[in-house]
């Protein structure tokens, strides 16, 4: 037994090792993370090369060679570079669509409004019902008069003229307001034991996620008033808000019920012992827990809830995509799409980014109290 | 007692009465004057037949007609709420109820008259299928056409009249179909297809106004199909097609008649008996239709004659340069033919 | 219920109608009759609209003639053709797409999510901010840019010839093809054989590795019996081989094959968008392995290949197959945005033949259970896959 162990185990002490460097020099930094061997060597160079080819030419044409402000597109088509100057020009319609120009403050007032009671309400100093219940029950209510008018000497404007960016707010806060309680009922359906409620919230969830949201918008859109009797209106915006609330719903419910399996049995039989009926254990013990593990994936469908408010475009609804695309059908601008849809892309990029990031922010806070 | 029998009697009383008092209305007609306003589904994207100026006001060809119907219902055509519908939404927008009535330059065909549930106006344009190509393929008439790429939008009778076009000529092609129409006109001026199939008055837009040069466009000769445009409403209110109907035939008539905006107001105290049947103080025609009694005479002051909806919307001076061609009156040598006011 | 029975002053018929039992059972017929209540009221109205505007109904139009044609299509398609043939054009290309799609996102997603934790600072953060800057940008505003990009390209009389025969215009990309010939059928059959062979090979390979601790030779032999068989057959019937080149004729190319620009935009904007999503998949696969276990193997003297082989991708897989499913039932559904830039799917041409029907219900309806079919058949393939490698035991 002795001479094998001796094989392997050393019998004194091990040479020193150098300390860990606190700072690497520049060009240790790049030994280590660049050119560590040949292979990392090789794709730093090809990844290099390749930065070299495009992103000077792309700085020049962004930046450089960009005509910022023009009256007319005569100046855009004399310069090499961008053409910035159709976002000024095209502004109003790219931002409210179809909105009657006159009335335009009160789209931009209303944006203005919910991005301010968004930030408000990230901010976790108020997270309180005295604070959260009428802001949130204020906010939306000057919105929507804003939007809609009829009131304070307003004019009334339909929800058919809406457009821009302000229609994308309302599509998107609609579809999260209506589909998060539709989640959580499908979740809690789904774990029901009652066999019947069971089977019909599987039913529902499978069959919603098997579609494509284009068809689910078709419905809402095209054939959902066939199913209502004669004379009995509904208006196309809310009709299509609700077909994509059901749809986020569904897949929000599939996450929801993640955080569900994830509680301990343990919480559950704590709540009963205390004689808490189904409904307080639900709302007290069991969602506040599970609401809080899923949070990544709740934040990942919302996100995706507002990059899929642009898919209203296919059943005619003037978002700010859709609305853009009418900005630069005019002759006079209609090569300088590029321009538009990347100003486009850098707004919904900033959204979405701004959510995920939120979205870790919140996670690790909330994780704070884990911790001990 | 007495307060008690109040409700039943008056009940009964509307029961009875309302018959005589004039033809009740039917269900579409009812919905409109509940709401205080007509829908009318409509393109939307196409400045001088149907869009919307960039400050939202709603104008156009087919936009025109449905204000006209708005006046005969309430006299004020502002009263009309529009609907911007694809080619794929207007037909579904139109049974299920969503709009009351369908101005979205569609085309009369039997199926749609039948299987589809639908009742057409009297056509307001006189339109056919045609062919824009690129100056610059040198192309003169359809049959030099083989192995071109054509823009079609989809779900149209285009599509049908062109894939029968092709085969009539017993050559080939290939169908770039998009629904959006701005992506279409996109894709055609990128020279993604060498044709553009729609029916001529929306060539003529494409041209005069999307186009960036409109002198390198040539429309062809070819007349592939007939495309007579009408407004739709879906069956089931017999009365409202007939408030329809007539009011595209009272624009006919107010130019057969040399009723103008302009000179309305003059015409109102005219001598002839037929002007008087129709303008007049007296006249019995709109309570006859159950509509405002006044009715051809606020047409013609808030919307105009049919002349003049043409020439300000598509006509010689405006940017589509359109011919009357056969949608001039018969007595010119056109087809327009309102049957008598009386 | 406990309580209700400890009580004792209730009579076994209200401590019934207190039980739990109880109250579940009135839900649950509450629940079921609003369900059937509304299923039904939606479906009369339905019915009595149709009926009362005179809208045909049923799908006996699936048997008409369509009247139209389709660009793009795999199955002999003309005007003539019925409804239902029609739109078995549009599906075969949804699913085209599709299986494209899913090939090159994953190719393309497994790179960059390899590129995300390597330890190449260059290429970890180009990945990280392809990830971001894709997967932060709606998926139809990325198609629409490409298809507008697409569009900009010079017309077919002054098209790009990237190399001989191989052209890139505005009508999309064109490429020579292999005339097709009878033997191509054999030669698919011998890469089948050659498959199968090696799959035995890999087997016989295993069990021998298990009882006497020696694996046979397997890449070289594999790779032989794939390529050499269907190569064999070739040879042997004299290597036919003939292409068909493009060439400008009149407005368009004729011979070749086309890839149109809106079937590029398309799943350039798929591939793209989903990709981001995988590479953040493999990147939390491979990160879910621990360190331990790369170094125990290192120590076990297993070699860097069999590393990733036997130790990493084992264990990675496990995490990744799951919610990589997810993301292809993602493609596929999120191909239907092909229905704005104009590629003909199975979307697309439905809503022509919803046009000229028009009866929106049924076929959206038909539409649904298609995808659904789709979607189903997908889930039920991934999870036997998963089934597959999963833990034993």
Redesign the interface.
């Known amino acids: 037994m002795a001479t094998p162990a001796a094989a392997i185990v050393k019998a004194g002490p091990m040479a020193e090792l150098p300390p860990p460097l606190q700072r690497l020099s520049i060009a240790a930094w790049m030994r280590e993370?660049?050119f560590?061997g040949w292979r990392?060597t090789l794709?730093?160079l090809l990844?290099?090369g390749i930065?070299l080819i495009v992103v000077p030419p792309a700085i020049q044409w962004a930046l450089i060679d960009a005509v910022w402000y023009a009256a007319d597109s005569s100046a855009c088509r004399a310069a090499a570079g961008a053409c910035w100057a159709v976002i000024p020009e095209k502004h109003?319609?790219m931002f409210f669509g179809?909105?009657?120009?006159?009335e335009h403050w009160r789209p931009a007032l209303a944006l203005l409004l919910y991005i301010a009671g968004l930030a408000i309400s990230g901010w976790s100093r108020t997270w309180r019902m005295s604070i959260l219940l009428p802001l949130w029950t204020a906010l939306p209510a000057a919105v929507l008069t804003l939007m809609l008018g009829g009131v304070f000497g307003m004019p009334y404007v339909?929800t058919?003229?809406w457009g821009g960016l302000p229609l994308t707010m309302v599509i998107f806060t609609g579809t999260i307001v209506l589909g998060m309680p539709v989640a959580m009922l499908l979740a809690l359906g789904r774990r029901a034991?009652?066999?019947?409620?069971r089977v019909?919230s599987v039913f529902m969830i499978e069959?919603v996620?098997?579609?494509?949201?284009?068809?689910i918008l078709?419905?809402a859109?095209?054939?959902?008033?066939?199913?209502?009797?004669?004379?009995?209106?509904t208006d196309?915006m809310v009709r299509i808000v609700v077909g994509m609330a059901i749809f986020f719903g569904c897949y929000q419910a599939e996450v929801i019920r993640g955080g569900l399996q994830a509680i301990p049995k343990g919480q559950y039989e704590a709540a009963d012992s205390l004689g808490l009926g189904y409904w307080g254990k639900t709302r007290k013990i069991v969602l506040p827990q599970a609401l809080r593990i899923v949070i990544p994936g709740l934040m990942n469908h919302i996100?995706s809830a507002f990059?899929?408010?642009?898919?209203v475009?296919?059943?005619?609804l003037?978002d700010f995509?859709n609305a853009t695309?009418?900005a630069v059908?005019d002759?006079?601008w209609?090569?300088y799409?590029?321009e538009a849809?990347?100003f486009?892309?850098l707004v919904?990029?900033l959204g979405?980014?701004a959510l995920?990031r939120y979205s870790h922010h919140l996670e690790r806070r909330l994780s704070l109290g884990r911790q001990y | 007692m007495f307060g008690r029998l109040v409700l039943p009697a008056a009940l009964l009383g509307a029961v009875f009465l309302a018959p005589v008092a004039h033809a009740a209305d039917g269900p579409t007609v009812k919905a409109i004057k509940d709401r205080g306003a007509l829908i009318c589904g409509s393109d939307g994207t196409r400045p001088g037949i149907s869009a919307p100026d960039s400050q939202g006001r709603w104008g156009g060809f087919d936009v025109e007609f449905c204000r006209a119907v708005a006046v005969a219902i309430f006299g004020d055509r502002e009263k009309v709420r529009f609907i911007p519908l694809t080619p794929v939404q207007r037909f579904p927008a139109l049974q299920s109820g969503e709009i009351d009535v369908l101005s979205r330059s569609t085309t009369k065909t039997l199926t749609r008259d039948t299987v589809l549930g639908f009742n057409f106006a009297p056509v307001h344009m006189y339109a056919h299928t045609a062919l824009m190509v690129h100056k610059e393929l040198g192309v003169t008439e359809g049959g030099q056409l083989d192995g071109a790429s054509v823009c079609v939008p989809p779900g149209t009778t285009i599509e049908r009249n062109i894939a029968d076009f092709w085969t009539q000529k017993k050559i080939s092609y290939r169908p770039v179909v998009i629904e959006n129409l701005k992506e279409l006109n996109d894709a055609y001026l990128a020279q993604r297809c060498d044709v553009m199939a729609n029916f001529l008055p929306g060539l003529a837009l494409i041209r005069a106004v999307q186009a960036p040069d409109p002198s390198a466009h040539v429309i062809l000769p070819d007349v592939l199909v007939k495309e007579p445009l009408a407004m739709a409403v879906r069956h089931g209110d017999d009365r409202f097609f007939d408030i329809v109907t007539w009011t595209v035939y009272a624009t006919f008539e107010a130019e057969e008649k040399g009723l103008t905006s302009k000179n309305i107001d003059e015409m109102r105290n005219s001598d002839d008996p037929e002007i008087q049947r129709m303008i007049g103080e007296k006249s019995d025609l709109g309570e006859k239709l159950g509509v405002q009694p006044d009715w051809v005479y606020q047409i013609v002051k808030q919307v105009g004659n049919f002349g003049e909806i043409w020439e300000a919307n598509v006509g010689k001076d405006s940017p589509l340069g359109l011919d009357r061609g056969l949608n001039k009156l018969w007595r010119d040598g056109g087809v327009l033919y309102a049957p008598p006011f009386q | 219920m406990p309580q209700a029975a400890a009580r004792g002053d209730a009579s076994p018929v209200v401590a019934f109608l207190e039980s739990q039992t109880f109250r579940a059972i009135v839900y649950q017929f509450f629940t079921a009759g609003t369900v059937a209540f509304l299923l039904w009221y939606v479906s009369t109205n339905a019915a009595d609209n149709l009926v009362r505007q005179g809208i045909a109904t049923g799908f006996s139009f699936l048997q008409q003639e369509a009247g139209y044609d389709v660009g793009e299509k795999w199955i002999e398609h003309s005007a003539r053709d019925s409804y239902a043939q029609t739109i078995l054009v549009g599906l075969l290309n949804t699913l085209y797409v599709s299986v494209l799609g899913v090939i090159l996102a994953t190719l393309l997603g497994t790179l960059l999510g390899i590129a995300r934790v390597s330890r190449n600072w260059l290429s970890a953060k180009l990945s990280a901010a392809y990830v971001e800057v894709f997967r932060n940008t709606p998926l139809l505003l990325q198609i629409i840019f490409w298809y507008a990009l697409l569009r900009q390209l010079p017309p077919p009389r002054q098209a790009l010839d990237l190399l001989p025969g191989v052209f890139l215009t505005n009508r999309g990309l064109i490429h020579p093809t292999i005339v097709s010939d009878p033997i191509h059928l054999w030669i698919l059959g011998g890469l089948i054989l050659g498959v199968a062979l090696s799959v035995l090979l890999v087997r016989r390979s295993r069990l021998r590795r298990e009882k006497t601790g020696k694996a046979l030779p397997v890449f070289w032999p594999s790779a032989a019996t794939i390529t050499g068989l269907p190569l064999l057959i070739w040879i042997a019937w004299g290597m036919p081989f003939t292409l068909d080149v493009p060439a400008l004729r009149g407005f368009n190319f004729t011979g070749g094959t086309y890839q149109s620009p809106e079937l590029v935009a398309l799943v350039t904007g798929l591939v793209t968008y989903i990709s981001a999503f995988i590479a953040e998949i493999v990147r939390s696969g491979i990160e879910s392995v621990g360190h331990g276990q790369r170094e125990a193997a290192r120590s076990l003297g297993l070699r860097e290949g069999h590393i990733l082989r036997l130790v990493v991708l084992p264990q990675a897989l496990r995490v990744i197959v799951p919610p990589l499913t997810g993301q292809y039932l993602n493609l596929v559904k999120d191909s239907s945005l092909a229905v704005y830039i104009g590629y003909p799917d199975l979307v697309s041409v439905s809503n022509t033949a919803v046009n000229q029907t028009g009866q929106a219900v049924e076929i959206i309806f038909l539409m649904m259970l298609v995808y659904l079919t789709i979607s189903l058949s997908i889930s039920l393939l991934m999870n036997w896959y998963n089934r597959a490698i999963a833990l034993r035991g």
């Open positions: 993370n660049l560590s990392s794709v730093t990844l290099g930065l109003r319609v179809l909105y009657p120009y006159e339909d058919s003229q034991r009652m066999p019947v409620i019909l069959f996620r098997g579609v494509p949201l284009v068809t078709f419905t859109a095209v054939i959902f008033p066939l199913f209502l009797p004669p004379g009995f209106d196309k996100i990059k899929n408010s642009t898919l475009i296919i059943v005619g003037f995509l695309g009418a059908s002759p006079e209609i090569n799409y590029t849809y990347l486009v892309a919904y990029f979405a980014y995920s």
